[in-house]
């Protein structure tokens, strides 16, 4: 249990602390963000379900140009700033008044995080091969599962007090979140300098 939560490589290390808290932020959007999107905002549930839609299409796009520009400028740069814009995206839905802004963010939300989402599969494609490759990828798999249901409960309290400051409070955490899953990623290639020629 300590190699899956806190492995020893340093690469799996990062990987490993930025998909739990990219997870506990996942578990705390998907629980309460509906509620949030209609009962604060203010929106229609077609209105979300159509913005969340075009914001799918635009993530299709994003983990295409994520892997990209993985290839290109280093896939070790590309998860850290889309890791970074994502977090942001997620706490500008705080601020979200009306359908159009809505939308605008939930396309830079969804996009960031798929692009992001590429260039980590670009990552551990590159550093790892063979059995470490399929062993990082399934403690990955644990550690996802785990946090998200973690952050489902956490959530639960916004549920619980059930007020417009509740739920505004859970999307800032899952912001929050997703800036420190970050971290880990940032400072990446200075702890390991051989990532990022392994990246290019």
Known sequence: MIETFFPRDRVARAL????????????VFYTVSALYFTRVIGLEATTVGLGLGVAGGVGVV???????????????????????LNGLAMLAYTLAADAVVFVLVACVAVGARSAQGSAKQAIIARWYVGPDRVALRAR???????????????????LVIDTAAAYRTAMLTAGVLLLVAAVPVVRLPHAVPALAAAML
């Open 62 to 84: 994003a983990s295409y140009a994520g892997g990209w520009l993985s290839d290109r400028v280093g896939a070790h740069h590309v998860q850290s700033w889309a890791m970074t």
């Open 16 to 27: 490993t602390l930025s998909t739990a808290a990219h997870s506990l932020s996942s578990g």
């Open 140 to 158: 990955m798999r644990v550690v996802t599962n785990v946090c998200i249901g973690l952050g489902t409960v956490t959530a639960a309290a916004a």
